[in-house]
């Protein structure tokens, strides 16, 4: 579900200020993608604060005792949620970054394959979990996520991202998505430009949106 459509969170200014906080950045990686650039919502403290605020508002009551970032700008926002629901925060690293005896959850993409780590022992049978990404299209990446931890005898509660597709919660083992905006089909290329932060290289699971701009959006995939 998305975070707008809440008792309480219809037309919410927030909302609104964190979707224009999030940079979409045209042509990049390549001609015709329209790239959803996060870092820029970072340099907007207010911005920032009211996401995370938005999902410690959801979550501060629902039992959770883990709160599981997905490498790697799920640990932008996963840290600042646990400490303030009083949960634990546990990394979902890419393969080989961990230092300790892990568990592996292998996915397929578009375009190839990829895994997931975690830590022997971060996550304890029964813990009540929820994942925390930044971005969500086809689910593929959050869908490994809840298969590693399930295999831990885990409870997955929810998943959570910043920007999302409705059509990302189809491939999720049937749990819910909460995600406060959707991609933006305008371009502002203006945003933040006088920052002098460049742009992030593109991650295989980056949500970019493609096709003719002023045409309807159509989404490549995630490849998550």
């Not at 919410?12 to 650039?37: C, N, Q, T, W, Y």
């Not at 403290?45 to 997905?70: E, N, P, T």
């Not at 305008?186 to 699971?205: F, K, L, M, P, Y």
Request: net charge negative; proline share 5%; hydrophobic share 40%.
């Amino acid at each position: 579900m998305f975070a707008g459509d809440q008792n309480g969170l219809q037309d919410d200014p927030r909302l609104k200020a964190i979707s224009e906080a999030i940079r979409v950045v045209p042509h990049f990686p390549k001609p015709g993608i329209m790239f959803h650039d996060i870092t820029t919502l970072l340099l907007d403290h207010v911005a920032f604060k009211d996401a995370v605020d938005i999902f410690v508002d959801r979550y501060r009551d629902m039992g959770i005792s883990v709160v599981a970032g997905v490498e790697a700008r799920g640990f932008m926002f996963g840290p600042s949620i646990a400490l303030a629901i009083g949960a634990k925060f546990v990394p979902l690293r890419k393969p080989r970054k961990l230092p300790g005896e892990v568990i592996s959850e292998a996915y397929v993409l578009e375009y190839g394959k990829d895994c997931l780590e975690m830590h022997v022992g971060a996550v304890h049978p029964g813990e009540r979990v929820l994942v925390i990404d930044d971005l969500v299209a086809t689910g593929g990446t959050l869908s490994a996520a809840i298969r590693l931890l399930e295999r831990v005898g885990a409870q997955v509660v929810e998943c959570a991202c910043v920007v999302g597709l409705r059509e990302g919660q189809h491939g999720l083992n049937e749990k819910p998505l909460y995600i406060l905006v959707e991609p933006r089909q305008q371009i502002n290329c203006s945003a933040h430009s006088g920052s002098g932060v460049g742009v992030e290289t593109c991650r295989q699971d980056d949500l970019v949106v493609g096709g003719n701009f002023g045409s309807p959006v159509n989404t490549t995939s995630k490849t998550d």
